[in-house]
């Protein structure tokens, strides 16, 4: 049988969202926010419960936790690129924040609010960095007033999307906890708890890998589990052929353009000029399609190449 998947949502939260396992999960945190936010001991609010999920197999299986000083933390694994993902990040971060409250309790009562998401999508194309934090700044002095929002975000494939990357290729990476916790999440099948190199010898590690290959599942969490695991594959399959067909098309429509026009400066520069139109013409008729189903905007950015900017362009014209 095939390994279990830390990243598929059910397993994750079997692993860091139990009562024995709070120091996996006080460990995570720690690894993503300030030092100012780290955690010693955590209450879980809504603790894994296979009952939870028996009416609602569609249900969002996100971890949410209380510190000791009332701070809560919501920690959810995204396996697939959802339309409006950054809307519904917020709605969720609102709600932690807001339920804290009982009628006719006072404001000073609230306590900072954490969203923490674990996406194994690309979400934001501006930036190259796997882990962001955000916050509400001011427009243009930038500093922090409303300091109760902070949202992270951690993009699992920009630390490592090549599966043909070996052991010490990760480890030469992996420079802190969050690095550490990250290669679980996304290279566990490289990793075994009493043959981890120095860089990734660490007791938490140690005990999430002897979870991991121990994890047992219901039938219905089996299920459950492979149903979650088949949209991803889909997902991700349904992803790189639009890529492929939209690239194919693009350098089969080029060649023709290119040869046209190479006539006056020659066949071969004219199918280099004509391969890059064509793909670029390509990438605008398929990010038009996309933007008339409605697709997010990062997704069409991903497949198209297209900026942002240029896609809002494309939205105003058409």
Same mark, same amino acid.
């Given at each position: ?11 994750? &939260? ?7 396992? &709070? ?14 936010? !780290? ?26 936790? @209380? ?15 959802? #339309? ?9 971060? #609102? ?17 900072? #609010?954490? =969203? ?22 001011? $427009? ?32 030469? $990476?992996? &420079? ?31 005990? #999430? ?9 219901? !039938?219905? !969490? ?17 992803? @790189? ?8 098309? =693009?350098?089969?429509? =080029?060649?023709?353009?290119? $040869? ?24 605008? !008729? ?7 189903? &409605?697709?997010?905007? @990062? ?13 809002? $362009? ?5």
């Amino acid at each position: 049988m095939e390994r279990i998947s830390p990243r598929v949502d059910l397993a994750f &939260k079997k692993i860091f969202g139990v009562e024995e396992n &709070k120091d996996l999960l006080i460990s995570l945190i720690n690894s993503i926010v300030s030092k100012d936010d !780290e955690v010693e001991d955590i209450t879980l609010l809504n603790p894994y419960n296979p009952k939870n999920f028996r009416q609602d197999k569609l249900s969002i299986l996100d971890i949410k936790a @209380k510190g000791m000083d009332g701070k809560r933390f919501n920690i959810e694994i995204q396996i697939s690129d959802e #339309a409006d993902y950054d809307k519904r990040a917020l709605y969720y971060w #609102a709600r932690l924040y807001t339920e804290q409250l009982k009628v006719a309790e006072d404001y000073s009562r609230l306590s900072k #609010a954490i =969203g923490i998401h674990i996406l194994n999508f690309t979400s934001i194309v501006e930036a190259k960095d796997y882990h962001n934090v955000f916050h509400i700044t001011e $427009k243009d002095k930038g500093f922090t007033y409303f300091k109760d929002l902070e949202l992270h975000t951690i993009e699992l494939n920009k630390f490592t999307s090549d599966s043909s990357e070996e052991l010490q290729d990760i480890v030469a $990476k992996t &420079k802190n906890a969050l690095d550490m916790w990250v290669t679980f999440l996304t290279r566990h099948d490289l990793l075994k708890a009493d043959m981890l190199p120095k860089e990734l010898d660490n007791d938490k590690l140690k005990k #999430a890998l002897e979870v991991l290959d121990v994890l047992n599942f219901s !039938e219905e !969490e089996r299920e459950l589990y492979e149903d979650h695991l088949k949209w991803l594959r889909i997902e991700a399959n349904t992803l @790189k052929k639009a890529t492929e067909k939209a690239r194919e098309e =693009g350098i089969s429509e =080029g060649i023709s353009i290119g $040869k046209q026009e190479g006539i006056s400066i020659g066949k071969q520069e004219g199918i280099s000029i004509g391969k890059q139109e064509g793909i670029e013409k390509r990438n605008i !008729e398929v990010a038009i399609n996309m933007i008339k189903q &409605k697709l997010d905007d @990062k997704l069409i950015s991903s497949v198209t190449g297209l900026t942002l900017e240029e896609i809002l $362009k494309l939205k105003n014209k058409n």
